[in-house]
């Protein structure tokens, strides 16, 4: 009679030890998946924000007779305000590791030849002398490489 007590009480003490962990997993389970779902819209929102000018930098471009609206540089700069507002509220959904990265790519991204300290202000490296083709793929290697940060979870 003792064994058969001990067995209904391990039992039950069993189930309600499993039905404990069971319900913490699920409750951060359904918090992770929701740390993720507003991660991936505002990930979608900053890959958004870049969407028209990289479609306007993959279009074929002749260097003749280009105006000043038609460059890679005026097209970016146009850009940069929605470009930063969306940045600055990406930023904040990566982990302190990935964000500093993320911060270096932006530089990188603004000021692809010279260092801040050098230039006279972002994205003017895009306005360089030269081959815009050569332009247009430097902001779009740049921005690709923004993006990456912004893959869904």
Known sequence: MFSIGSFSLGTLFG????????????????KQERLDSIF?????????SFSDELSFLNQKSENNNLKMDETAYHVL???FAKHEKAKNIFRYQLPDVDRDNFENTWQE????????SQSP???????????????????ISKIEKLLRFAQPK
């Open 109 to 116: 991204y603004c000021f692809p030849e010279l260092e801040e």
């Open 15 to 30: 189930i309600l030890i499993t039905s404990i962990v069971q319900h913490f997993l699920a409750k951060n389970r359904s």
């Open 121 to 139: 202000g972002p994205l003017i490296d895009y306005a360089s002398e030269g081959d815009e083709k050569e332009r247009r793929q430097l902001a």
């Open 40 to 48: 991936n819209q505002v990930a979608h929102d900053f890959r958004e």
């Open 77 to 79: 700069k146009e850009a």
